[in-house]
């Protein structure tokens, strides 16, 4: 069965400032992996992927996030943080070879990390 | 183009008391899941539905039951609320299947439901 751990509840980070937000997986097969933003009172909103190829990915907002086999994480990061990304951001994957074999095809997200970026 | 919609937004039972979340997609998807939200816990998968006529568990599925009406609708049951179920509920569908494995998910706005 497939797992996600995001590690902090929280990261503070100066407006300018680099962030990073962590999270590292499990699953069984190859995996796919996906960044989520949510508002406040609002649904999830689909930042970014991995399925295969390059390890660096870019999303929507200037989001992009680093794929590391080795050391099953895809951190979640930004060059230059703004006000406006304050918001929870989540961590999800998927078993790449569940549904193609007919087994479970579940998508499992993690804890969330709260992302407070200060003025 | 509406996208995923979840009736009704808010909502108060008392325990023991049943009701039905109803989601709609109008994008032709065939994946449809039902996800709950705690603080702390982040999204857990209730149910979901591969494709229409299927339905699965997911991480949370006791208490719950669900019906894949057709291919745009995916309702969640609460036969006897508990407190315990307390929770914002979360519809959300993707067009997971063949070369479109690996499409996001779609979420509704959510419900907020309160059970007394």
């Known amino acids: 069965a497939q797992s996600v751990a995001q590690p902090e509840d929280q990261v503070n980070v100066a407006e300018g400032n680099p962030l990073t937000v962590k999270c590292t997986y499990s699953?069984?097969?190859?995996?796919?992996l996906f960044w989520y933003v949510q508002y406040p009172n609002r649904g999830l909103q689909f930042l970014l992927k991995?399925?295969?190829?390059?390890?660096l990915v870019k999303g929507s907002y200037g989001f992009e996030a680093e794929f590391n086999k080795s050391q099953t994480s895809f951190h979640l990061k930004k060059p230059s943080a703004l006000v406006s990304d304050s918001a929870l951001y989540f961590c999800?994957?998927?078993?790449?070879?569940?549904?193609?074999?007919?087994?479970?095809?579940?998508?499992?997200f993690g804890k969330g990390t709260r992302l407070h970026i200060l003025p | 183009n509406a996208g995923v919609t979840q009736t009704p937004k808010f909502q108060v039972l008392k325990t023991g008391q049943s009701m039905t979340l109803q989601c709609a997609q109008d994008?032709?998807?065939?994946?449809m899941y039902w996800y709950r939200q705690d603080p702390g816990m982040g999204l857990r998968l209730i149910y979901y539905?591969?494709?229409?006529?299927?339905?699965d568990k997911g991480e949370v599925p006791n208490g719950y039951n669900v019906s894949r009406l057709n291919k745009r609708e995916f309702s969640l049951r609460l036969e006897s609320a508990a407190p315990s179920q307390t929770s914002v509920y979360f519809c959300?569908?993707?067009?997971?299947?063949?070369?479109?494995?690996?499409?996001?998910?779609?979420f509704g706005n959510g419900t907020r439901l309160t059970v007394t």
């Open positions: 994008m032709n998807h065939n994946s």
């Open positions: 539905s591969a494709s229409e006529g299927t339905t």
């Open positions: 999800a994957v998927r078993d790449s070879w569940a549904g193609l074999s007919g087994r479970d095809d579940k998508i499992i």
């Open positions: 991995y399925i295969t190829g390059d390890n």
């Open positions: 959300a569908s993707s067009e997971s299947s063949g070369v479109n494995y690996n499409s996001p998910l779609h």
């Open positions: 699953v069984s097969g190859n995996p796919y």
